[in-house]
Each structure stands twice: as structure tokens, then as C-alpha cells.
């Protein structure tokens, strides 16, 4: 199954049109920062579709 976080507006859209933004690409720790979030929204929605035993 697939989950398109972008087909409704949501927090990651926020963080993914500040990674393509060229100014935020040069400040290291918001970039570094918006990818970490990005994973753990990432990983959470994931998390949802696991079998816990």
C-alpha cells in the first residue's frame, strides 16, 4: 500500500519546501534538522502498518 504524505497539506510539505529552498540548504543545522523530522514522521507513519506480536 502506498501512503503519498503530499496528497493533503501537512507538516511535511512545510519541511520539504524548506529543504529545497537555497537558503535554508546553507544553514547546515535547520537542513540537517528538517531531515531528521521528515524521518521521524517518516517512521511513525510506518509504524502504523507493523504487526506488533
Known sequence: MIHNLS??????NTFLA????LNIQNNRLL???NVERIGNIFAYE???YLDYA
Open 7 to 12: 496528497d493533503h497539506n501537512s507538516i511535511v
Open 18 to 21: 524548506q529543504l529545497r529552498d
Open 46 to 48: 510506518i509504524s502504523k
Open 31 to 33: 537542513f540537517r534538522k
